[in-house]
């Protein structure tokens, strides 16, 4: 069993800020979290952080805190009725880079666990105790202290910290192949230690997301999931990297296509398909638990449904989109495309009018219903074919991919909207603020809520009539 913290943009500095940046005195704060779960992990994901202020402490000095009871109450009621988790921080002034645990933590965690077990059975207790350039962390289970495998801010750059008590382990899995050499030129070991360890999902490998795989596995990442229900057809082989004719002519399906050609440039690449639409609930099983999501989607529908995943489960989202028009006249009256990112803690696509609600709550219909829409004159344009070239997918992939090795390596300042234009041709770049009361990430929205609550839109969507059952031969 894998255990990750996660933290939103923002609130690690913070925290830190408040563990070490007073004194020489120890310094306390809590964390609530709420718990993601999937196959072989488990994520607390951090929603609130709460310091502990020097009223709150009935004692405090280099080696010792000591909080005051009705903090202690109204901390814990807090817990029991939003039934988040709590992680109990408190700082090492004097360690730096083997923080760990004393015998009296230890001691007193113990205590703790036992009462937290018996009162509030239905939340999670883990602790962490922060040096100036080290962390421990574990999380009690059945009365047991278990390691923390890594603590992740998603602040730029992103950086797994691994708790002292999982260094060996990092170390041994961090190693980058020899026909990386180049890469890790550009990026330094480090760096591309950090991009291979990132499990990559790819929403859509259609035109844009065929590319992106392609450029995935060049890059050296290690594990990748693939979500897309359709199947290839003739129309796609002018842009489907990796398609052959005699893919079109069995129908196959377009994540199997996209793994066969990951494989073919890594073969011990972990690839993991799904032939799903981005809704239904075995897709969004598997996406919660990956690092980064990838969306190559052409409707609002699954731009909802990811945005709403990358929030409520701490897992930053890329969403890519390209796109041309023709002119009545001929040749192009416009061309283009987007990457836009969406890093839990500061804005999301909601924040910016990135999805249209209208359009998503339409394409979210049953094919019967939509034909009913349709001829009420409610929806216009439907299932009409749209232009597409490989040149501009791959202009567009190309940024997402850049922007995500920028994310995990820092090479420059971090873009968090990219706007193409191919007929000027012109790159601009914008941010957005978050906004406080956005239905999606503000204050009352589902900020790394993980399982607590539904996924707005998941189960929605309904599977094509195509959609094969997937075997596990793959084709090289």
């Given at each position: ?231 290839v057809e003739v129309t796609n082989l002018n842009r489907l990297v990796g ?19 990951a494989r073919q440039i890594n073969p011990g690449l972990k690839v993991q ?204």
């Amino acid at each position: 069993m894998r255990r990750e913290i996660l933290l939103p943009g923002g609130a690690w500095p913070a925290l830190r800020a408040h563990l070490l940046g007073q004194g020489e005195r120890e310094q306390l704060a809590f964390l609530l979290a709420a718990v993601a779960k999937g196959r072989g992990w488990l994520r607390l994901l951090v929603r609130h952080v709460l310091p502990v202020a020097p009223d709150d402490l009935a004692r405090q000095s280099s080696t010792c805190l000591e909080v005051r009871p009705e903090f202690s109450q109204a901390l814990l009621r807090r817990c029991y009725e939003t039934g988040l988790s709590l992680i109990e921080v408190h700082s090492h002034p004097f360690a730096r880079r083997h923080a760990a645990f004393s015998a009296i933590d230890l001691a007193n965690e113990a205590d703790k666990a036992r009462y937290i077990a018996q009162k509030i059975p239905h939340i999670r207790h883990a602790a962490m105790v922060v040096g100036h350039q080290s962390l421990d962390a574990h999380l009690w289970e059945d009365q047991e202290a278990v390691p923390i495998d890594l603590v992740r801010p998603l602040d730029p750059p992103v950086t797994n910290l691994i708790p002292t008590s999982a260094l060996d382990t990092a170390k041994r899995e961090s190693m980058p192949a020899p026909w990386l050499d180049r890469q890790v030129r550009a990026f330094g070991q480090e760096g591309q230690a950090r991009l291979q360890a990132v499990r990559v999902g790819v929403v859509g490998c259609g035109g844009t997301g065929s590319a992106v795989v392609q450029m995935l596995a060049h890059l050296g990442v290690r594990r990748l999931v693939l979500v897309d229900p359709d199947i290839v057809e003739v129309t796609n082989l002018n842009r489907l990297v990796g398609a052959r004719p005699r893919d079109a002519r069995d129908g196959r399906p377009k994540v199997k296509v996209a793994r066969r050609l990951a494989r073919q440039i890594n073969p011990g690449l972990k690839v993991q398909v799904l032939a799903l639409p981005a809704g239904d609930p075995r897709a969004v099983a598997v996406l919660k638990g990956t690092d980064l999501i990838l969306g190559c989607v052409d409707n609002h529908a699954c731009r909802l449904i990811l945005n709403q995943l990358a929030i409520q489960y701490l897992v930053p989202y890329l969403d890519l989109g390209a796109g041309l028009e023709a002119a009545p006249e001929g040749g192009l009256s416009a061309a283009g495309g987007q990457v836009r990112l969406v890093c839990p803690g500061r804005a999301c696509l909601a924040c910016t009018d990135g999805i249209d609600r209208t359009e998503a709550a339409q394409e979210m219909l049953s094919p019967l219903a939509r034909q009913r829409q349709a001829a009420r004159g409610y929806i216009h344009g439907i299932d009409i074919p749209t232009p597409a070239v490989l040149f501009l997918n791959n202009a567009i992939a190309s940024l997402a991919v850049a922007e995500f090795v920028n994310m995990w390596t820092g090479y420059r300042t971090a873009g968090e909207h990219l706007y193409f234009d191919l007929l000027r041709p012109q790159l601009t770049s914008a941010r957005a603020d978050r906004w406080p009361s956005c239905i999606a990430c503000g204050t009352e929205g589902t900020l790394a809520l993980g399982d607590q609550v539904p996924l707005p839109g998941v189960g929605v969507e309904r599977l094509p009539d195509h959609v094969p059952v997937l075997n596990h031969r793959d084709e090289v």
